[in-house]
C-alpha cells in the first residue's frame, strides 16, 4: 500500500518535498565524476565543469575526469588545458585516437578514484541537490544504478527549462530505439513516498550514478560498441537481467541540451544495437529484425565474450524482463505470413506507408500507399490474431481504422479489446475486409502520382488483393 493514502492516484514528487530530506554526509560514497567529450563546444563543456563544481558537497567530490575522445577543435587542445589547470579536482584525459564514447567513458573509469562513477553528457547543468539522492540510493543498496531526471536545457537560447510536470521513466520500441513513458500505476503503488526512487525498464545513457565496483561486476561497457547509440538499451537490460536495478530519483535533477545535430556523425549505431540484441534479447531479437531489415544484415563483430559474460552472471532472459520489468511494453506476434510490408497486387509495386509528422504523436493521419521499399520502418504493418491492422515499430502503436462513413484508412490508438472499426479480415484469397461495413480495401489513384487505400464495394479485382512480404526479393 502507499504510505499516502489520502491521494487517490499516488504522485511522483516534484522538488520542495526532496529539500526537507537530510543526508548523513558523513556516510554517503564519494564520487568520481566522468565527462567524455568530442569536439564540444566551450561554452557548453566548461558550463558541465562548472556547474558540477559549484553544486557537489566537497565532501563527497572526489574528482572531475574529462576525458577529451580525440577532439581536433581548437579550443579543446591547449586552451582548455590552461583553462582546467587552475581548478581543483579537475584532470583531464586525453584519448590517443578516437574511442567513442563507450570506450571514452571507460577511459575514465579506469582513473577513477572514488567509490561511486557519476557519468554526465558535456552539455549538462547540474541542480543544486543533484548529487546527494544518487549517492544515498547507492550507499542504501550497491546493485542499484541511479539516474537523475533530465531536465531541458533550450539548444537555442541555452534557457534552463527544467521540466514540466513529472518525471518519465525510459522504455524502448522494436526498432530499439529508447523512448520516455509516464510512470505507471503499478510502480506508484510500489513507491514507498512520492520521493522514492522510481524503477524504469531503461535509461536514456548519459547521466548516470553506478557503484565502481558494481560496474565493475555487471561487466562495465561492451567495448566493441563504436561512437554513439544502443549502449544504453544494452546497458540498461544488462542491469535488470544480471540482478540490480535500474531507477530514476525525482529528487536528483540535471539539465541536459538535447542538439538538433551532434558534432559527428552517427553510422555506428546499428551495430551498436545488434550487439545488445544478439546479447540480451534471446528470440525476441526477431521483432526487431523484422521491423529492421537492415539490421540484420549490419555486421556487428564478436560479441562471444559478452555472451559468457551473460553466463558467468547467470542473467535471466528476456522473456523475464519483458514480463517483470516491461509489462507495458505491447509484445508482436508476429505470426509468419502476417508481417512486414503489406503489398498490392494490381498495383504491383505499391505498399501501405505511414509516416506521421511528428514520431510522439502517431495517431489521427491517413494510410498511403507508397513505392516499397522493404526497410520496414514506415512500412511495416503486423496483422494479429486479434484481426487488428497493427502498426507497431513506434510507441505507442497504432491500428488501422476507419471512421463511420468514410472510406479512408486511419491511424487510431490501439485498445485492448479490438474496436469494431478496427477490425479486418484478411481472406485467403489477399483480400481484406473491413468486417463493420463489409467492405474491402482497395488500392486507388488520388493525385497524378500519390494513391492510397480507401474502402470500396468487394469486387475480387487484383487491386482489392494484398499480401504480406517479410522482405524485397
Ligand atoms: C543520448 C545520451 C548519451 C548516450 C546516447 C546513446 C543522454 C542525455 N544522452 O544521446 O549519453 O547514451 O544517447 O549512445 O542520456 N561522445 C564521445 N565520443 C563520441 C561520441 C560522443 O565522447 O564518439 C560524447 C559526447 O561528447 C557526449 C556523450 O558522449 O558528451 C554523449 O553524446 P551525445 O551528447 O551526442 O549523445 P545524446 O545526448 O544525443
Ligand atoms: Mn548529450
Known sequence: MPAWPELSMPEV?????????????????????????????????????????????????????????????????ERLANELSGLPKVRLIRATKREGLVRARLLGASAAKGDVLTFLDCHCECHEGWLEPLLHRIHEKESAVVCPVIDVIDWNTFEYLGNPGEPQIGGFDWRLVFTWHVVPERERLRMRSPIDVI????????LFAVSKKYFEYLGSYDTGMEVWGGENLE?????????????????????????????????KALANSVRAAEVWMDEFKELYYHRNPRARLEPFGDVTERRQLRAKLQCKDFK???????????????????????????????????????????????????????????????????????????????????????????????????PENQKFILQEDGAILHQQSKKCVQAEKKASDSFVPLLRDCTGSDRQKWFFKERMS
Open 320 to 418: 523475464w524482463f519483458l514480463e517483470t520489468v516491461y509489462p507495458e511494453l505491447h509484445v508482436p506476434e508476429d505470426r509468419p505470413g502476417f508481417f512486414g510490408m503489406l503489398q498490392n497486387k494490381g498495383l504491383k509495386n505499391f505498399c501501405f506507408d505511414y509516416n506521421p509528422p511528428d514520431e510522439n504523436q502517431i495517431t489521427g493521419h491517413q494510410v498511403i500507399l507508397y513505392t516499397c521499399h522493404g526497410m520496414g520502418q514506415n512500412q511495416f504493418f503486423e496483422y494479429t490474431s486479434q484481426m487488428e491492422i497493427r502498426y507497431n515499430t513506434h510507441q505507442p502503436e497504432g491500428c488501422v481504422a476507419v471512421e463511420a462513413d468514410k472510406d479512408v484508412l486511419v491511424m487510431h490508438p490501439c485498445q485492448d479489446t479490438t
Open 199 to 206: 524503477r524504469s525498464p531503461t535509461m536514456a545513457g548519459g
Open 13 to 77: 514528487c516534484c522538488i520542495c518535498r526532496c529539500k526537507e530530506v537530510k543526508y548523513d554526509y558523513d556516510h554517503l560514497p564519494k564520487t568520481s565524476v566522468i565527462i567524455a567529450f568530442y569536439n564540444e563546444a566551450w561554452s557548453t563543456l566548461l558550463r558541465t565543469v562548472y556547474s558540477v563544481l559549484e553544486t557537489s558537497p566537497d565532501i563527497l567530490l572526489e574528482e572531475v575526469i574529462l576525458v577529451d575522445d580525440y577532439s581536433d577543435r581548437e579550443h579543446l587542445k
Open 235 to 267: 546497458f540498461s537490460f544488462r542491469i535488470w537481467q544480471c540482478g540490480g536495478t535500474l531507477e530514476t530519483h525525482p529528487c536528483s535533477h540535471v539539465g541536459h541540451v538535447f542538439p538538433k545535430q551532434a558534432p559527428y556523425s552517427r553510422n
